[in-house]
């Protein structure tokens, strides 16, 4: 969901920081040869024809298979109906109309599989040629089923004028497998609220299959999920324009490895974030809650150097935990927001201070110091009491610790305390990642001297970790230390330059 508006009052008082040591923010060299630099060989499609998809309103309602010798071009919404499957070849190359907003929408009932390869990835791109490509070329792919939804009638009507309605009772609904799949130039909002999203997820199932998923130069969220149970392995977004991970209406599921890097320059009014969470728009209580746990996430922002920050100032939050949320985020690290963690609104934040929403083993660093306090950073920010779509601007800082939240506990006593081993760092140096703001060419990995690796290992004792879906590491972030550049999970399938690319 978007917030439309970003403006006026805040409740302020300074967030003192112990100031850790600063250094030049020049990456040092490649200390580990780990480097992540993954510009694949594409697949040569130039030379494939061109099948045009354009369904209309009957959309694919029996068995079908694109293959990897021919060039799709989705044209206007195409339709995969209750009972059809979808099945696409690994290496197959789908381009997205621009004039018509291409899209492709499994409807619940249906599935997709596609399964891609490390060496085949699926590739889902604008129809524009490369230097030409923009922002919302086209519209995506939206993957809807019955799982729950949390509106009061249990089912929702997709946005942007899409005619699927999703949601029903069926927690293990299976969609299908999304894996070693791109999608790039996608993501329109038409207006807010009603938006396509690089990859939309509708109360998809946890039947349903979905890793090394990367969704780049989205014009809008790069993934939202409404409601839904699915989990999902090994995400990838780059230089999306609003949100990188966006969820709302219950979505429920789990999510382990991924990592989102931002162009600094680009952003939505809506104001952009790693992570939004809402229950819903409204902040209601309706059940299944928006719970989803994340862990093992590196989210590099806009900010490379606090001090003398340029960036968009539609930029808002690393983590926004808003309207009743209770998402968890875990053993993760959050690099470069104005603000990293934002807590809106005094129900959120006694979810918070209930326990109900975990923030554990976190790294946060390189937060903006000069904001309108007089020190510090703005690492953690709560506003409120009520939700902050009139409270929120770029300059808030933070409530002072025990005032601001009614409970005992306050959001600086929470951050710090023991039990959550979170820890701040002035700068994005500070974590020693090895070439995080590099939008071409970024390696996330850590060097040897970093904190990741030197202090505070990850945990998988949370409770809401030690479903088996979690793979216990060591590591906080989404990359091994010790990974090198065969064993990096980026390699082979993700492309950090499509706009360069002959698809
Ligand atoms: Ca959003
Ligand atoms: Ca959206
Ligand atoms: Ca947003």
Redesign the pocket.
Known sequence: ??KNTLSVALLATLLGLAACETKDITPAPNLQGNGTSTNPTNPTTTTKPTVTVETGSAGITTNTTWTANNKYLLKGFVYVGSGATLTIEPGTVIVGDKDTKGALIIEPGAKIMAMGTAAKPIIFTSNQPKGSRNYGDWGGVIITGNAPVNTTTGKQLAEGGVRTTYGGIDAADNSGVFQYVRIEFAGVAFTPNNEVNGLTLGGVGSGTTIDHVQVSYSG??AI?WFGGTVNAKYLVTHRTF??DF?TDLGFSGKVQFAVSLRDPLQADQ?GSKAF?SNNDSGGSTNSPRTSAVFSNVTAIGPILNPGAAVYSPQYTAGVHLRANSAQSLMNSVIIGYPTNVLIDGGVTAATIANGDARFKNNIVAGALSNSNSTAGQRNILYVGPTLGNSNLTPNNTMSSDTAAWSSAVGPLTWFKATANANRRYATADNVQLLNPFNLTSPSFVPRTASPIVSTVPASFTDSKLTDSFFTPVTYIGAFDPSATTSSNWLAGWTNFDPQNTEY
Do not use: A
Request: net charge negative.
């Open positions: 969901m978007k809008d969220d939202e609003d949100d966006d809506s939004e």
